[in-house]
């Protein structure tokens, strides 16, 4: 991991989970469950696969009022500090593509915020 990248790495860790604002987990959120998508070839196919299968496991976790969230700063743990796999059980040779986390939503959404239409240009 390069120099920059660890440095906000570790920033990140000591900010928000060792010493979280407020004592709020802005990481995790305090969700009950996390998801590590994973593959054991790194090229494009099985690291689509691997993100295929999370965007799926999300949109049926809206079905079943299951709230979700992607949370890519595992995905850097998990890839650059083998104790971290061992840590969740991942065998080493495989590589985290996604993680999502799972749990009932504190809040209820009635309505989304208002966005301007996409716009598209048909060929």
């Known amino acids: 991991m390069p120099d920059f990248r660890r440095?906000?790495?570790?920033?990140?860790?000591d900010r928000l989970m060792l010493n979280p604002p407020g004592g709020k987990d802005f990481v995790f959120w305090n969700a009950p469950a996390v998801l590590v998508f994973t593959t054991t070839s790194p090229d494009p196919v099985g690291i689509g696969g691997a993100w295929?299968?999370?965007f799926a496991a999300a949109m049926y976790a809206e079905t079943i009022q299951v709230g979700t969230c992607y949370i890519g700063l595992i995905i850097d743990a998990l890839n650059s500090d083998p104790s971290m796999k061992q840590?969740?059980?991942?065998p080493g040779e495989e590589m985290a593509v996604s993680s999502l986390i799972l749990g009932y939503?504190?809040?209820?959404h009635y309505r989304y915020p208002p966005r301007r239409p996409m716009q598209t240009v048909w060929v």
């Open 52 to 54: 295929i299968a999370s």
């Open 105 to 108: 939503p504190d809040e209820e």
């Open 87 to 90: 840590l969740l059980k991942i």
């Open 7 to 13: 440095e906000r790495f570790l920033f990140a860790i």
